[in-house]
């Protein structure tokens, strides 16, 4: 019995994917840590960052509204003064 086309594709393909695995050079342990703690330690600086940004950015805006409420309790206040 013939198979069919498509069984023959699958089939090759597992077979060529475990093949490519075990030429894989594969890294020790003592790597895995070692970059592990790399990219734990930069997403940590990363994420302090951003957030003294954000959190310099949500101050700037907060200064920026009261100023403008200040003001605007100002002008009101200067209206009904005349």
Do not use: H
């Not at 699958?10 to 594969?26: D, P």
């Not at 990219?39 to 101050?59: C, F, H, K, P, R």
């Amino acid at each position: 019995m013939k198979k069919k086309f498509s069984e023959n594709i699958l089939f090759s393909f597992i077979r060529e994917a475990y093949g490519e695995l075990k030429r894989v050079v594969w890294p020790t342990r003592k790597e895995i840590i070692s970059k592990t703690i790399i990219v734990v330690v930069s997403m940590i600086i990363i994420a302090a960052v951003i957030g003294a940004i954000d959190y310099g950015l949500s101050q700037g805006v907060s200064v920026l509204i009261n100023l403008k409420n200040k003001y605007n309790k100002w002008i009101i206040k200067k209206k009904t003064i005349k």
